[in-house]
């Protein structure tokens, strides 16, 4: 595999001050054919799957997604273990989120990757490279950052062409951005991600947990999903006798979706360099059975208190697992990490129940929840929004990014959903 041979100084963390797509704008595919989507001539590693080719519309894709993911989380566990040795630098954009060189990494990685395989599916995802761009330009000591990210996805994307410059990295990142491509009203086919949804998770270390997301939505519909969480384990989060979920200590699993197919996770590869191609290593996932609300777990982000929830009206809360409860009591549980790997825990049965309160100083991205709603429904779950209705991925015609769910989201395992959406629309105004 090709790599840059560069001498580098401490690996540094980069933060966008200000996001503003500088690549120039590509032909608008508003109407795709995976099925159609050419592809390169480039030797990629096969991940078997839990399923053969013949029950599925789009295997290939699931598989190539597969493997990208499992790459990109390498990449992530790499930054992160230099942050132990480096000289880290943590910042804020403007909005007050954080973003890491894993951020912009991962997305270089997986959209070149997915540009080399399926060249006509553009990419919807959280990044572009507008301020190292311009940092670079200013500061020399923001080449260091354009240098280690290049670096880290050397190391491990699959390219079986010449080693890649750090044009052609930026270029990567700058294929996921907002200003790339333009969608119309008619139902469109591309490729979702979230190159790291937790950020302050992967900034907190092992005990906290983050998520990279990747899903393709053809012709207007989720079709499947990929999500690879690197830091959890059986004894993360939840009961540590749940065998639903495949997980090995210090290895982290991936979780895979595909419509009419199921939900299935299996541990990632024990070792750097070694991707994982049996497909006996999976198994299914599926939520679980829990019918009584105040029996369940339920699970919101970081920023939320179970006050501002509408089911606050019904129930009162508790982290404590050995509290007794009684019918007006719930047990919410938490653990530090972004909306995905709250899906993640319900689609393995650790979560009974995500909800989630959409702000209106803060707009809800597309990347932050379409991997996370197929995961769930495909493991016997439901999601919808708090007055009950399917969350509209088609809802931001024009960029594919933004979703408007009304008064928030709502994923459960199906036995308690009818009652809480009930619950949740007539307390929510």
């Known amino acids: 595999m090709p790599l840059l041979h560069l001498s580098l100084p401490p690996h540094r963390l980069l933060v966008v001050r200000q996001c503003r797509l500088i690549a120039p704008p590509l032909h608008p595919p508003s109407r ?7 592809a390169a001539p480039v030797a990629h590693e096969v991940c078997a799957l839990p399923f053969p080719p013949d029950r599925t519309s789009h295997h290939r894709e699931l598989a190539a997604a597969v493997a990208s993911v499992e ?7 790499d930054v992160r273990a230099s942050m132990l040795v480096g000289d880290e630098k943590i910042l804020e954009k403007n909005d007050q989120t954080h973003v890491t060189i894993a951020d912009f990494g991962v997305q270089a990685l997986i959209s070149f990757e997915l540009q080399q395989l399926f ?4 990419l919807v995802a959280e990044e572009d490279s507008a301020f190292i761009r311009s940092s670079s330009a200013t500061d020399s000591n923001s080449n260091t950052l354009v240098e280690s990210i290049s670096s880290f996805v050397s190391k491990e994307v699959s390219n079986n062409g010449p080693p890649l410059t750090h044009d052609d990295v930026l270029r990567a990142i700058d294929r996921g951005g907002k200003d790339v491509v333009s969608f119309d009203s008619n139902p469109a086919t591309y490729w979702l991600l979230d190159p790291i949804d937790g950020t302050k998770g992967f900034l907190k270390g092992e005990d906290s947990l983050y998520v990279v997301g990747l899903a393709l939505v053809v012709d207007g519909k989720l079709a499947l999903g990929v999500m690879g969480c690197p830091n959890l384990t059986d004894t993360t989060v939840g ?7 495949a997980a090995y200590p210090g290895h982290g699993i991936l979780m895979v979706s595909h419509v009419g197919c199921g939900t299935w996770s299996r541990p990632m590869s024990a070792e750097i360099g070694q991707l994982t191609t049996a497909a006996d290593v999976w198994k299914r996932c599926y939520v679980d059975p829990c ?13 939320h208190t179970w006050d501002m929830m509408p089911l606050s009206a019904h129930f009162s809360s508790t982290m404590d697992e050995s509290e007794p409860r009684d ?7 938490n653990s530090c990490g972004g909306s995905l790997s709250k899906y993640l825990l319900v689609a393995c049965g650790r979560m009974s129940v995500f909800i989630l309160l959409a702000r209106a100083e803060k707009l809800l991205k597309a ?11 495909e493991a016997g779950g439901q999601t919808c929004d708090w007055s009950g209705k399917p969350l509209d991925f088609g809802a931001d015609l024009t960029g594919r990014r933004i979703i408007y769910p009304s008064g928030g989201v709502l994923a459960t395992n199906g036995a308690l959903h009818d009652k809480l959406v009930e619950m949740v629309s007539e307390n929510y105004k």
Do not use: Y
């Open 32 to 38: 795709l054919s995976v099925r159609a989507a050419a």
């Open 291 to 303: 019918s009584v609300a105040h029996m369940a777990r339920f699970c919101i982000v970081d920023s």
């Open 71 to 77: 790459r990109a989380c390498r990449l992530c566990v």
């Open 239 to 245: 009961d540590t006798e749940d065998e639903s979920i």
């Open 119 to 122: 060249p006509s599916i553009p």
């Open 367 to 377: 990347w932050d929840h379409a991997v996370g709603v197929i995961c769930v429904e």
């Open 327 to 333: 019918e007006n009591k719930i047990l919410l549980q």
